[in-house]
């Protein structure tokens, strides 16, 4: 028997589709499939394009299955392998921790500032970090874990930022008031913990 007697046209096309990380074409998946025949015949032949179709939807109706996470789905002019969309809330919540590992430190303490003093301003920030935080904001607007709250009754109504419902998910919290009190934080020098609740002296407007 063939090596390739042993690989249905079918889970061909279910391999070429999972390291696929976008949509792939029907002419592009006949191309990648193995020739049928053995491996030393002069020219083995083809699938043919009806064979191929044919091939995805044995494939279709297989990942319907209630025991596969995966679905074939046609494209943006091609195939692909998606999840089911039962598995949206783990994936998400996946998706989450992993944008989570990949927040600065200085991501972190804006976030944090934000958190604690909401809603605040860049300046305020600022004030707080003594450093300009302009990018780390902006990160974490792009996640969405902090969001435009308004303008601050201050000259040039700067915006205020105060934190969203994806923040709360991020960590895992039901309402902002289960953030932990800053006094139950470390409040070692090198973090900004002991600041995130101290006010702004009254009469002292934080520079931009």
């Known amino acids: 028997m063939a090596e390739t007697d042993a690989l ?3 889970q061909q096309l279910e391999v070429l589709l999972f390291i696929a990380e976008e949509p792939v074409g029907l002419l592009q998946l006949r ?3 193995l020739p049928q025949g053995p491996g030393d015949a002069p020219e083995p032949p083809g699938y043919s394009l009806a064979e191929v179709e ?3 939807e044995t494939l279709r109706l297989r990942l319907a299955d209630p025991g596969y ?11 692909q392998l998606i999840t089911k969309s039962q598995f949206a809330p783990l994936i998400k919540q996946a998706q989450l921790a992993k944008d989570r590992r990949r ?6 303490e804006v ?4 958190a604690y003093r909401q809603p605040v301003t860049r300046a305020e920030v600022e004030h707080v970090r003594g450093v300009a935080s302009d990018y780390a904001i902006g990160r974490l607007l792009e996640k969405k874990l902090i969001e435009p709250a308004g303008r601050a009754d201050l000259p040039g109504k700067p915006l205020l930022y105060q934190t969203t419902t994806e923040f709360l998910a991020y960590f895992g919290l039901n309402a902002p008031t289960d953030l932990p009190a800053p006094s139950e934080l470390d409040p070692a020098p090198e973090t900004p913990e002991a600041a995130y609740s101290t ?10």
């Open 54 to 56: 044919a091939a995805l």
């Open 199 to 208: 006010p702004i002296p009254d009469g002292q407007t934080p520079e931009a």
């Open 111 to 114: 976030l944090a500032i934000v």
């Open 69 to 79: 996470c995966w679905q074939l789905v046609a494209i943006a002019g091609g195939y």
């Open 103 to 108: 927040l600065s430190r200085a991501a972190l």
């Open 8 to 10: 249905p046209l079918w």
């Open 31 to 33: 191309e990648q499939l």
